[in-house]
Nanobody, 120 residues
Framework: QVRLVESGGGLVQAGGSLRLSCAAS????????MAWYRQTPGKERELVAH???????NYADSVKERFTISRDNAKNTVYLQMNSLKPEDTAVYYC??????????????WGRGTQVTVSS
C-alpha cells in the first residue's frame, strides 16, 4: 500500500503564497507521475497540476503562471508552489500518484487532502 501525506495547507490572504508538499511512502519501486487535484463542496475534483517521471508538467488554465509543480525523486515527494492566490483557489487539495510497486503492478493512490483557504 502506497501512502501519500500532504502538508502545507492553511489560511492566506489573497495575493499571498503557500507551498504544499506530498510525501509518498511504502513499497515503491518508482513513481511514474504525481499530481495535485482540488475539490470544493458540490463540485467534481479537478486536476490542478501534473508532473511525469521526466519532469514534464501541465497545469489547469486557471493556475498557469501562478502555480508551479515540482518533485524530488530521491524523497518521493511532490510540491506545489502557489503564488498570487485568489479566493477561488479555496479548496481541499489532494495529492495523487501513479506508482510502480512491483515489476508488473502499478497503483493509483490519493492523499487525504489539505485545506487551502484564501480570504479576500
Amino acid at each position: 500500500q502506497v501512502r501519500l501525506v500532504e502538508s502545507g495547507g492553511g489560511l492566506v490572504q489573497a495575493g499571498g503564497s503557500l507551498r504544499l508538499s506530498c510525501a509518498a511512502s511504502g513499497p515503491i519501486i518508482s513513481i511514474n507521475a504525481m499530481a495535485w487535484y482540488r475539490q470544493t463542496p458540490g463540485k467534481e475534483r479537478e486536476l490542478v497540476a501534473h508532473i511525469d517521471s521526466g519532469g514534464s508538467t501541465n497545469y489547469a488554465d486557471s493556475v498557469k503562471e501562478r502555480f508551479t509543480i515540482s518533485r524530488d525523486n530521491a524523497k518521493n515527494t511532490v510540491y506545489l508552489q502557489m503564488n498570487s492566490l485568489k479566493p477561488e483557489d479555496t479548496a481541499v487539495y489532494y495529492c495523487n500518484s501513479d506508482t510502480r510497486t512491483t515489476a508488473v503492478v502499478r497503483i493509483i493512490s490519493w492523499g487525504r487532502g489539505t485545506q487551502v483557504t484564501v480570504s479576500s
